[in-house]
Structure formats: structure tokens, C-alpha cells
T-cell receptor, first 113, second 114 residues
Framework: DGGITQSPKYLFRKEGQNVTLSCEQN?????MYWYRQDPGQGLRLIYY???????QKGDIAEGYSVSREKKESFPLTVTSAQKNPTAFYLC????????????FGPGTRLTVL | AQSVTQLGSHVSVSEGALVLLRCNYS??????LFWYVQYPNQGLQLLLK??????LVKGINGFEAEFKKSETSFHLTKPSAHMSDAAEYFC????????????FGQGTTLQVKP
């Protein structure tokens, strides 16, 4: 079954700790994306990667970091510099950039205590 | 700057009634437009996509949307609502063909009453 997996589904962390969210896809897609979702604000782009070993900042990259060492994987680290990290995080992928459809994973809900 | 506006953060309809969710966009380039649906605590599922091939786009679950360039709109409709349609719906537009970057509207929560 092809798709995008995100783990864990729910994540709790203490304030000041870094945390890494996993995103894996077996769709052979080149492009991958991370979004943050807050109630009433839609989705906002954090980082995106068009190809392995390359990534660009989105609209709200401060306090986040990513890596793209493998085509299948695009982990997101929420650092202690992120002032309000509690949110629902969604990973997406597409065949390539341009007009291609983005397909989304099930999301990870991060709660910082 | 490109943007997407969804009119009405909450829409309530009776089961069997027409569903109409409104989306207006602004884009300096020919737009690629999407509607996604999200059920509670889940990811987004693609309903349909406009790519200029046809102004009326049919999607999954009986939904369709019509692209109207003169009105810069891409409203989502379904003739008869089912209880299972209750979810949050997002309209989105690609703002850059170089990056594939999507801009999302703020979402519309659809409530279906029995």
C-alpha cells in the first residue's frame, strides 16, 4: 500500500526540549512538505524539499529544522526556539513541483507541556 | 500577493440539502486550485483539482466545483448532503509553479443535521 506515514500520532514534550517528527513516503515522490495547522488558520508552510539534500524555508520556518537525506524521508525537528510549538503537523508529498497535487499524511499532534 | 478566502467558517445544512462552500482566490498567474477535506484528527484528502482542462470539475463523494475566472471563484457544491460529509473543507491555490507552494484558505466546517 503506497502512502505517507507520520509518527507518532500524538506527541507530548516538556517546554525547552527539541522533538523530531517523522514523515516517510513510499510513493516515489520527489517533493515533500511540512505544514502546521492551528485552529481557524488553515495550513501554513514550514519547509519544503524539491529533491534529496535540498530544502527551502516556507512562511513560518523560525524555530524548525529539517533534513532530506533520503528521498523517502523528511523529518521535522521542532526546536526549543519555537515559541508556540503546540499544533497539528502535517506532512505532504508530490511527484514534483509545479502544479502537481500534494498528498497528505495523517498528521502528528504535538503538545508541549 | 496570492491568497484564498473561504466565506463562512461554519456552514450548516440539513441532510439531503444542497451543500455550497465558497472559495475566492487571487492569483497573478493562471491558477491551479484544489479542494481538500479533513475529518477530525486526520490528514487532508484531495476532493478535486482544477487545472484549466475544464471549468466544471468533478471530484470524489459526489462533490464538484466550478471555476469562474470573471468572479475569481471556485465554489464547492454537492446536490445532496450526507451525514458523512460533516468535516472541515479547505480550498487551496498553487502560488508558484516553480516551488509547488500551496496557499490554503482558513477552512469551512460543514455540519450536517439529520
Amino acid at each position: 500500500d503506497g502512502g505517507i506515514t507520520q509518527s507518532p500520532k500524538y506527541l507530548f514534550r516538556k517546554e525547552g526540549q527539541n522533538v523530531t517528527l517523522s514523515c516517510e513516503q513510499n510513493l516515489n515522490h520527489d517533493a515533500m512538505y511540512w505544514y502546521r495547522q492551528d485552529p481557524g488558520q488553515g495550513l501554513r508552510l514550514i519547509y519544503y524539499s524539491q529533491i534529496v539534500n535540498d530544502f527551502q524555508k516556507g512562511d513560518i520556518a523560525e524555530g524548525y529544522s529539517v533534513s532530506r537525506e533520503k528521498k523517502e524521508s523528511f523529518p521535522l525537528t521542532v526546536t526549543s526556539a519555537q515559541k508556540n510549538p503546540t499544533a497539528f503537523y502535517l506532512c505532504a508529498s508530490s511527484i514534483g513541483v509545479g502544479s502537481n497535487t500534494q498528498y497528505f499524511g495523517p498528521g502528528t499532534r504535538l503538545t508541549v507541556l | 500577493a496570492q491568497s484564498v478566502t473561504q466565506l463562512g467558517s461554519h456552514v450548516s445544512v440539513s441532510e439531503g440539502a444542497l451543500v455550497l462552500l465558497r472559495c475566492n482566490y487571487s492569483s497573478s498567474v493562471p491558477p491551479y486550485l484544489f479542494w481538500y477535506v479533513q475529518y477530525p484528527n486526520q490528514g487532508l484528502q484531495l476532493l478535486l483539482k482544477y487545472t484549466s482542462a475544464a471549468t466544471l470539475v468533478k471530484g470524489i463523494n459526489g462533490f464538484e466545483a466550478e471555476f469562474k475566472k470573471s468572479e475569481t471563484s471556485f465554489h464547492l457544491t454537492k446536490p445532496s448532503a450526507h451525514m458523512s460529509d460533516a468535516a472541515e473543507y479547505f480550498c487551496a491555490v498553487i502560488v508558484s509553479s516553480n516551488t509547488g507552494k500551496l496557499i490554503f484558505g482558513q477552512g469551512t466546517t460543514l455540519q450536517v443535521k439529520p
